[in-house]
């Protein structure tokens, strides 16, 4: 069974910066992707970042790019996503998740969310 775990929410000013992390684990579990959505109370479930597990290439979502980076440590299986410049409007509940396979672009296993607040 494949487990994701987030980490690193919490409550920040505006203007500061937070780092959450995803560890997945489960028997010989390599992904193809690794994504981070967030959902913001009433809102639909948005997407934010994901990177191609092998390559590194990453895709970022309008509203973060430029301020928010994910990455990942290979040999740790986890997945990183460092957030600067934060604004109220990025308050909300993020989710990291994992696709098995490139194509369609699915995503197969979820975290159970880890929340973060900006306050203005």
């Known amino acids: 069974q494949v487990q994701l775990v987030e980490s690193g929410g919490g409550l920040v000013q505006a203007g500061g910066s937070l780092r959450l992390s995803c560890t997945t684990s489960g028997r010989s579990f390599s992904p193809y992707r690794m994504g981070w959505f967030r959902q913001a109370p009433g809102k639909e479930r948005e997407f934010v970042a994901a990177i191609i597990w092998s390559g590194g290439t990453t895709y970022y979502g309008i509203s973060v790019k430029g301020r928010f980076t994910i990455s990942r440590d290979n040999a740790k299986n986890t997945v990183f996503l460092q957030m600067n410049s934060l604004k109220p409007e990025d308050t909300a509940v993020y989710y990291c998740?994992?696709?098995?396979?490139?194509?369609?672009?699915?995503?197969?296993?979820w975290g159970q969310g880890t929340q973060v607040t900006v306050s203005s």
């Open positions: 998740a994992a696709s098995k396979i490139g194509v369609p672009v699915t995503y197969d296993y």
